[in-house]
C-alpha cells in the first residue's frame, strides 16, 4: 500500500519534453528552414527553468490557463487538439464487431477518440456503462489527483458525482497530466498515475519518460476486481507482449480464488472473454523505432515562432500529416516517400483485420449454436471456448491499437497470425454446419 499512497514517482532524463518552451537567441534569426534537409529537432529546444504559477485549481493542480502567460505558444498549441473532432463508427464500418463484442459496453457503442480536449465529454456520454469514477483514470489530471490524495478508494465512487465535480472545476487531459506542477520545470515530466508505479516501480526508468508520460494511458489495463483499481498487466517492457499478458491473465486469481480474468462471460457462447484497450505503448514499445525515438517525437512538432522561439508543439498530430515530423524520417529511411510506405502497412494490417475478424464472428457463431444445441461434450465446448477467448483476445489487441501497424507491422501480423490460428483449431472442433 505504500506505493499507493505515494504522491507521485519524478520521472527524469535527458530527453526532449513535451510542455517547454525554448528560447534561442540568435541561433535561428535569420535561417532559412530547410526541413528535408536541417529539420528543427528537440536538439534546437533549450530548457528552461521557470517559477510555477501561484494560482491553483480547486484540489491544487495548475491548469493550462494559468500557465498561459509563460508558455503561450504550447498552451495555444494545445487548444489546436480541439480541431480534432470527427469521429468514426467502428461498429457501423466493422459490423462483425457488433457479433463479437455481444453482451459487453462495445456492442453499444465504439467510435474512434478525438482530440484530448473532448476525453471528459466524451467519457459522460458514451452510451457504454460507466457507474464508478474508474472510468475517468485518463480522462481528467484532476482525476489522478483524486487517487493521489485519496488514495484507491476513489476508483469505487461514483462516475456521476465525481466527473460532475470535475466538469465544473477542472478540465480534461493537460499540462498536470504529464508534468504536475512543474511543467516549466526545464521539462520535467511526471509520472501522474499512481498504477505505473505500482506496475512498473523500477522498471519504469528503463522507459524514456516523453514515450512513459504519453503510455500512461496509451496502455492495455484492467480493473481489479476488488477495489476497481486501474492496473497494468505486466511489470515490464519484456512482460507487454501479448501472449505474455494473455498468460497473466490466464493465470491470474481471483478473489473467490477461481483461477481466470475475463472482462465479461459471453451468454450466448459460455466464454469468458477479454477486451483489448489500447496498446499503444506496448505495441510501440517492442517494436524499432522504440530505440532511438519517443512518443513526443513523432507526434509532438518543434516550431519555430516568429520571434525566435523554439517549442514543442502540444498539438498531437498524426507524422502523416506534418511535413516537419516527416522530414526527419530521412535519417534512417533516406528518400523513401513515407506517406506512401506507411499506407501500404496500413492498409495490409486493416484488409487482415477485416478478413480475420469475420471469420472470428463465424465462429462465436457456430460456438453459441454448439452452445445452444448442446451438441458438444462439456470438454470440447470448453476447449472451443478457450480457442475463442485466445482468438478474440490477439485479434483485439490488434485491432484497438490505434496505428493500425504502423507502430510494429510484424507484432501486429503476429497478433493476427495467431488469431487465425486460434479460428481453424476452435472451429475443426465444432460440428460441420
Known amino acids: 500500500m505504500d506505493k499507493k499512497k505515494m504522491v507521485y514517482k519524478l520521472i527524469c532524463g535527458a530527453v526532449v519534453v513535451a510542455l517547454v518552451i525554448a528560447l534561442l537567441t540568435g541561433l535561428l534569426n535569420g535561417r532559412e528552414l530547410n526541413y528535408h534537409k536541417d529539420a528543427l529537432t528537440g536538439e534546437d529546444v533549450t530548457l528552461v527553468k521557470v517559477d510555477a504559477p501561484t494560482a491553483v485549481a480547486y484540489d491544487g493542480t495548475i491548469n493550462a490557463d494559468a500557465w498561459n502567460e ?29 457479433n463479437i463484442y455481444e453482451g459487453f459496453g462495445f456492442a453499444k457503442e465504439y467510435g474512434s477518440a478525438r482530440g484530448h480536449s473532448y476525453t471528459l465529454d466524451d467519457v459522460n456520454h458514451t452510451a457504454r456503462p460507466h457507474p464508478l469514477a474508474n472510468c475517468l483514470t485518463c480522462k481528467t489530471p484532476n482525476f489522478a489527483k483524486l487517487v493521489q490524495d485519496q488514495g484507491v478508494s476513489a476508483y469505487k465512487m461514483d462516475f456521476q458525482e465525481v466527473f460532475d465535480k470535475i466538469k465544473a472545476n477542472g478540465e480534461a487531459i493537460s499540462c498536470y497530466t504529464c508534468h504536475g506542477n512543474s511543467a516549466g520545470n526545464e521539462g520535467e515530466l511526471r509520472v501522474t498515475h499512481m498504477y505505473v508505479n505500482e506496475a512498473l516501480g523500477a522498471n519504469a526508468a528503463s522507459i ?10 496509451h496502455i492495455e489495463y484492467y480493473f481489479t476486481p476488488a477495489d476497481k483499481e486501474t492496473m497494468m498487466p505486466y511489470g515490464s517492457v519484456e512482460a507487454m507482449d501479448p501472449e505474455a499478458i ?110 480475420i475478424g469475420n471469420k472470428l464472428s463465424g465462429l462465436k457463431d457456430g460456438l453459441a449454436a454448439a452452445n445452444a444445441a448442446g451438441s458438444l461434450d462439456e470438454e470440447t465446448l470448453n476447449a472451443v471456448r478457450k480457442l475463442y477467448r485466445e482468438a478474440q483476445w490477439f485479434f483485439d489487441f490488434c485491432y484497438v491499437e490505434n496505428a ?3 507502430h510494429n507491422s510484424s507484432l501486429a501480423n503476429r497478433c493476427l497470425d495467431l488469431a487465425a490460428g486460434k479460428i481453424a483449431e476452435a472451429s475443426a472442433l465444432l460440428p460441420a454446419a
Open 70 to 98: 509563460i508558455f503561450p505558444y504550447i498552451t495555444a498549441s494545445m487548444k489546436d487538439n480541439a480541431k480534432n473532432d470527427g469521429i468514426v463508427d467502428y461498429l457501423e464500418q466493422d459490423p462483425y464487431l457488433v
Open 208 to 217: 524514456d519518460p516523453a514515450t512513459l508520460s504519453c503510455g500512461q494511458c
Open 246 to 355: 494473455l498468460a497473466f491473465y490466464d493465470s491470474f486469481v481471483l478473489p473467490d480464488g477461481t483461477v481466470g480474468f475475463s472482462d465479461w462471460t459471453q451468454e450466448s457462447t459460455g466464454a469468458k472473454l477479454l477486451k483489448a484497450q489500447h496498446p499503444e505503448m506496448e505495441t510501440y514499445l517492442l517494436g524499432q523505432h522504440a530505440a532511438d525515438l519517443s512518443c513526443a517525437d513523432c507526434h509532438m512538432e518543434v516550431k519555430l515562432a516568429e520571434d525566435g522561439t523554439v517549442y514543442h508543439s502540444h498539438e498531437i498530430v498524426s507524422p502523416l500529416s506534418s511535413k516537419a515530423i516527416l522530414e526527419t524520417c530521412v535519417r534512417c529511411h533516406g528518400d523513401t516517400n513515407m506517406i506512401e510506405k506507411v499506407h501500404r502497412i496500413q492498409d495490409q494490417v486493416t484488409a487482415r483485420e477485416t478478413e
Open 404 to 406: 493500425e501497424g504502423a
